[in-house]
């Protein structure tokens, strides 16, 4: 009796198998009202592999930067959650009957000098304003700068120095200014200057900051570059090709660094000069109108760096080359003064990257001044070089 429940209960366990493995294999119907429709199993796998594609092909650039590092002859991952702000300058010139009004800046290194005497552990760059005046019908410019100097401090230095000021610029709507110490980029609001990103020397791979001298904006990437010289002992020995590298910065703030050895080494070239001769940059941008890069160097020496001697190599010429640093044209700009290079400059907003704003600084046993000028591309000066004061100033900026 017990062995014929068994059976008949087996027989039942495995009529409901049965039914539940056919139910399993037909399709589900849904009535709504008075339509039916079925989701089929293939149509099932094609929605989810739509799903699976799409979100492969938005997530794999992200998660590609995060868990492997970028090829180096490859710019840094594109920053997809924001627009560029394209403002400049940031405040809009003004105009009058007889031209236009810009408002500028510049700031200062003052070296040794940034550091406070009145408070601990305080350092601080100048950054003094003032107002520019264009007539485009006489092509004259004329400078009249404001009474009170802003003052910008940090407390982050190295080996007891900072907020040596090298450069100002523009960036995705903020003006920024760069720690030749440091290698600190500033965020300058106001009178406030706050660190932005770090940018080390040479590949990046080091502990001591990078050098920055000059920067420039080229596709909505911020370009950052030193002083384009092999990095030597002050008789002129070699040590390292450091600040032949630049920086290649995100408006997120993701950081490339790119070896430019060839480039610096065939801006030299077009001047005739090859190593141990040097030249030193602090003043460089692109031109998105021209297509081209210009370079005001302030060092041109066919002679071995010496650190005494290097205070009266100043040269007067403007490097214009094309994006491959291939055709490269040299321009005089002015009379050439041994004591007076550039240390930074700008392309008139308006004037179609026809005209350049610079300034000038001297060094020489232990003074320094700076000045200001202006002229054409084609190197016709348009405002003579006129003194600004008895500082060193390394930085300009329409703001």
Request: hydrophobic content about 35%; charged content about 20%.
């Amino acid at each position: 009796m017990k062995r014929v429940r068994i059976q008949r209960w087996n027989k039942q366990t495995m009529s409901y198998l049965g039914d539940w493995r056919q139910a399993l294999r037909a399709p589900l119907v849904y009535r709504v009202a008075n339509s039916t429709f079925r989701i089929q199993s293939q149509y099932l796998a094609l929605i989810f592999l739509l799903l699976s594609a799409s979100l492969f092909l938005f997530g794999f650039p992200l998660l590609r930067g995060i868990v492997r590092p970028l090829p180096a002859n490859q710019c840094v991952t594109q920053c997809r959650y924001q627009k560029y702000n394209k403002t400049y300058p940031l405040s809009s010139p003004v105009r009058t009957s007889k031209g236009f009004t810009y408002r500028i800046a510049i700031v200062s290194d003052l070296d040794h000098d940034s550091r406070s005497l009145d408070k601990k552990n305080l350092w601080y760059s100048i950054m003094k304003t003032g107002s520019l005046f264009w007539n485009p019908s006489t092509n004259s410019l004329s400078i009249i700068w404001d009474d009170r100097n802003q003052m910008l401090t940090s407390s982050l230095t190295m080996k007891g120095r900072g907020m040596e000021l090298s450069e100002l610029v523009t960036f995705d709507g903020h003006l920024l200014s760069f720690d030749d110490r440091t290698g600190v980029v500033y965020i300058i609001e106001g009178e406030e200057a706050y660190p932005w990103v770090i940018l080390m020397d040479g590949n990046g791979k080091n502990t001591k900051g990078f050098k920055s001298e000059w920067a420039t904006v080229k596709d909505e990437y911020l370009y950052v570059g030193s002083m384009g010289k092999e990095w030597t002992t002050p008789s002129g020995e070699f040590q390292h090709n450091n600040p032949l590298w630049i920086k290649i910065i995100s408006p997120c703030g993701e950081v490339q660094s790119s070896n430019w050895i060839s480039n610096y080494k065939r801006l030299r070239q077009a001047l005739d000069i090859e190593y141990p001769g040097y030249m030193i940059h602090e003043s460089g941008a692109w031109s998105d109108i021209h297509k081209s890069w210009f370079f005001l160097p302030r060092r041109c020496s066919r002679e071995r760096y010496n650190e005494t001697k290097d205070e009266t190599m100043s040269c007067n010429v403007l490097l214009t080359t094309d994006e491959n640093f291939v055709d490269i044209k040299v321009t005089k700009v002015g009379t050439l003064l041994p004591l007076r290079g550039f240390s930074s400059f700008k392309f008139l907003p308006g004037s179609q990257d026809s005209i350049i704003v610079a300034l000038k600084t001297e060094e020489y046993q232990g003074q320094t001044a700076t000045y200001i000028v202006a002229f054409t591309i084609t190197g016709t000066i348009i405002m003579p070089e006129t003194k600004v004061i008895d500082k060193k100033f390394e930085g300009l900026e329409f703001i």
